[in-house]
T-cell receptor, first 114, second 115 residues
Framework: AQSVTQPDIHITVSEGASLELRCNYSYGATPYLFWYVQSPGQGLQLLLKYFSGDTLVQGIKGFEAEFKRSQSSFNLRKPSVHWSDAAEYFCAVGARAAGNKLTFGGGTRVLVKP | DVKVTQSSRYLVKRTGEKVFLECVQDMDHENMFWYRQDPGLGLRLIYFSYDVKMKEKGDIPEGYSVSREKKERFSLILESASTNQTSMYLC??????????????FGSGTQLSVL
């Protein structure tokens, strides 16, 4: 069965500083990987996704993520955070063999200090 | 853009009540999903549907059922609500059956409290 771990429950970062959110997955074959963001009171919005090819993926809002097969990781990064990036971030893994179901990690809540 | 609408933002129910959570999408998507979101546990899949009158169990279906009589509408039913079903419920849809790489579109969620 597939699984996702987001080791950091909370992260606090200063506005303008860089941000990295960790995601580790468990799956036997090549997974499909996603990052979603949930702003307060909102539904989840897709930031970016990886299926194959270039392991560095660019997303919306200036985010990028890198797939590292050897480390079973798909970490999310942003060079300079804005106050509007305060939200909860979810990593998810999907696989055709799993019947198209997405498995989500526990989430990382990001707080941005002025 | 796709709109996924959940009928209630907040619901308060009593233990033992039958509860209906409604979800409607407006873009002719084939797939619809119900998740519950709990702090520290992320999103967990309850049920999903690839077509009208079709349903499949997710990871935590116990205590829930679903109904999909029309393509655009997917209902989650709590037959006899219990306090451990207090949670945020999120509905989502995606375009095509078999589309593992499909983007999910989410509603804003229903915060259900069972007293």
């Amino acid at each position: 069965a597939q699984s996702v771990t987001q080791p950091d429950i909370h992260i606090t970062v200063s506005e303008g500083a860089s941000l990295e959110l960790r995601c580790n997955y468990s799956y036997g074959a090549t997974p499909y990987l996603f990052w979603y963001v949930q702003s307060p009171g909102q539904g989840l919005q897709l930031l970016l996704k990886y299926f194959s090819g270039d392991t560095l993926v660019q997303g919306i809002k200036g985010f990028e993520a890198e797939f590292k097969r050897s480390q079973s990781s798909f970490n999310l990064r942003k060079p300079s955070v804005h106050w509007s990036d305060a939200a909860e971030y979810f990593c998810a893994v999907g696989a055709r063999a799993a019947g198209n179901k997405l498995t989500f990690g526990g989430g990382t809540r990001v707080l941005v200090k002025p | 853009d796709v709109k996924v609408t959940q009928s209630s933002r907040y619901l308060v129910k009593r233990t033992g009540e039958k509860v209906f959570l409604e979800c409607v999408q407006d873009m002719d998507h084939e797939n619809m999903f119900w998740y519950r979101q709990d702090p520290g546990l992320g999103l967990r899949l309850i049920y999903f549907s690839y077509d009208v009158k079709m349903k499949e169990k997710g990871d935590i279906p116990e205590g829930y059922s679903v109904s999909r009589e029309k393509k655009e509408r997917f209902s989650l039913i709590l037959e006899s609500a219990s306090t451990n079903q207090t949670s945020m419920y999120l509905c989502a849809s995606s375009l095509m059956r078999g589309g593992t790489n499909e983007k999910l579109f989410f509603g804003s969620g229903t915060q259900l409290s069972v007293l």
